[in-house]
């Protein structure tokens, strides 16, 4: 029997991902002013920022604490005492330049200064309009009832499995026979999973594997900004699922050929890889499946904005998965 919550879009952003390319629209999420960011006690974090005014009656989304991030992707981040140790150096070098191009590096002296990091707020646990009202109250009413062997996570790319008649007749096929959760949401980020997790979405189950795959919508985060949030969610899934198997799916690609945030998913990729440990993490990259030899999308296998697959490329991801599912299910 499958477990499935009900679908239900609001407006625009029932759209996965239209802010990985910062140019196409309006990302979903706001960077809030440079802070440090640390692997800390989980939660722990500056104080919580506002990230702008509601929208649709939905409360403003506060950018919560900084979650734990996994070493194999956390992102260097100078100590105060580094910091002023790298500039003092950089100053110096200036200084006792005498070359012709001194008049140039005192001009952009700023530039080559070391900057604080600023905070990555693809992993914070921050409640997104996406994760408030009946869409995450259902999920949690799911998780309470338990059952679950399969959890499904991430934005509308795996929302929309059940969008349609077509989808939903692909999914059947693939997962119709596993007690099946799917707590994605469209237009959703890491952050958003990361908070849903922490709060009654992961509390009542032991789901024996989850399939994750998020991030296309931080379109105001750097590549390896999104792979540490993609990490802090394994992490948490980790924490709160300890004996569950993880596949972890690379982000599709979207968009045409020459489009950089081709080059941006494949940075985050290929970070995120360095996760799989083969004992509760597995990566899978099966983007390339979707793509014809010069890396246009195969024809009906997407809809026409290059991002969400139709029933045709559901079918391509539910084939490249259902013989490791079936593993990581035993």
């Known amino acids: 029997?499958?477990?499935?919550?009900?679908?239900?879009?609001?407006?625009?952003?029932?759209?996965?991902?239209?802010?990985?390319?910062?140019?196409?629209?309006?990302?979903?999420?706001?960077?809030?002013?440079?802070?440090?960011?640390?692997?800390?006690?989980?939660?722990?974090?500056?104080?919580?920022?506002?990230?702008?005014?509601?929208?649709?009656?939905?409360?403003?989304?506060?950018?919560?604490?900084?979650?734990?991030?996994p070493p194999e992707v956390a992102i260097p981040r100078p100590t105060a005492e580094e910091l002023a140790q790298v500039n003092a150096v950089v100053r110096k070098f200036i200084d006792s330049d005498t070359s012709t191009a001194k008049p140039l590096l005192k001009k952009f002296e700023s530039l080559l200064l070391l900057q604080p990091a600023r905070r990555n707020v693809a992993a914070t646990f921050t409640r997104t309009v996406q994760r408030q009202g009946p869409r995450h109250d259902g999920f949690v009413e799911i998780a309470k009832q338990g059952n679950i062997d399969l959890l499904l996570h991430g934005d509308s790319i795996t929302d929309w499995w059940v969008q349609n008649e077509a989808n939903k007749a692909v999914f059947d096929k693939y997962f119709g026979g596993i007690r099946t959760a799917n707590f994605a949401i469209a237009g959703d980020t890491t952050q958003g999973v990361l908070w849903g997790l922490q709060n009654g979405e992961a509390q009542g189950f032991q789901p024996k594997a989850a399939m994750v795959m998020i991030g296309t919508n931080n379109g105001s985060n750097t590549a390896t900004e999104v792979a540490e949030g993609i990490g802090a969610v394994v992490l948490e899934m980790r924490r709160n699922f300890p004996a569950t198997k993880i596949l972890l799916l690379g982000i599709f690609p979207r968009s045409v050929p020459g489009d950089p945030v081709r080059d941006k998913i494949a940075d985050v990729n290929r970070i995120i890889a360095k996760l799989d440990d083969r004992q509760h993490v597995f990566f899978m990259d099966i983007g390339a499946k979707f793509l014809d030899e010069n890396g246009n999308f195969l024809a009906e296998s997407f809809r026409p904005d290059n991002l969400h697959p139709q029933a045709k490329g559901y079918e391509i991801w539910g084939e490249a998965v259902k013989d490791k599912l079936a593993e990581l299910l035993k």
């Open 1 to 69: 029997m499958n477990v499935l919550p009900r679908v239900l879009c609001v407006g625009v952003l029932c759209l996965a991902g239209a802010s990985m390319p910062a140019a196409q629209t309006t990302p979903v999420t706001a960077t809030p002013p440079a802070a440090p960011q640390g692997e800390g006690a989980r939660g722990a974090g500056p104080a919580p920022a506002v990230q702008g005014p509601g929208r649709g009656g939905f409360a403003p989304v506060v950018i919560g604490p900084s979650a734990p991030v």
